[in-house]
């Protein structure tokens, strides 16, 4: 295997760092989504239209979530083994395929995070 340039080195750490305040950003928004959306789920649970339609929002978005998720990891998983084998002896860096794998898995969910944060915001203001 060649080795790195210090280059490939240091883009591949920025992109694990962007990758990393995704996640961070991800959780965040994670946390305010239950927390907006708890009161309107207990409601829900008392018989409230809303809360009920909420409740199967949520159900909807995570198993679509997580249905684009697999496939974006397979897709991700797919490019690694293809690229390999179709240039085995080429210059590989397995740090940023990781990276690029992540990043696409955990898209879905961060889209979705985004928006239920900025739609559930909107409504309490």
Do not use: Y
């Not at 809360?51 to 949520?58: C, H, L, S």
């Amino acid at each position: 295997m060649p080795r790195k340039s210090k280059r490939s080195v240091v883009a591949t750490g920025a992109d694990a760092q962007v990758l990393a305040a995704r996640v961070m950003t991800m959780h965040a928004e994670a946390g305010l989504t239950i927390a907006m959306r708890m009161p309107i789920l207990l409601k829900g649970a008392m018989g409230d239209c809303r809360g009920q339609r909420e409740a199967t929002k949520a159900v909807v978005e995570k198993v679509s979530a997580v249905v684009e998720s697999s496939f974006a990891a397979g897709q991700a998983a797919s490019a690694f083994w293809w690229g390999l084998a179709f240039n085995p002896s080429g210059p590989f860096d397995m740090a940023a395929a990781v990276v690029r794998a992540a990043d696409s898995t955990i898209e879905p969910f961060a889209r979705r995070t985004r928006a239920n944060a900025a739609r559930l915001g909107r409504r309490r203001g």
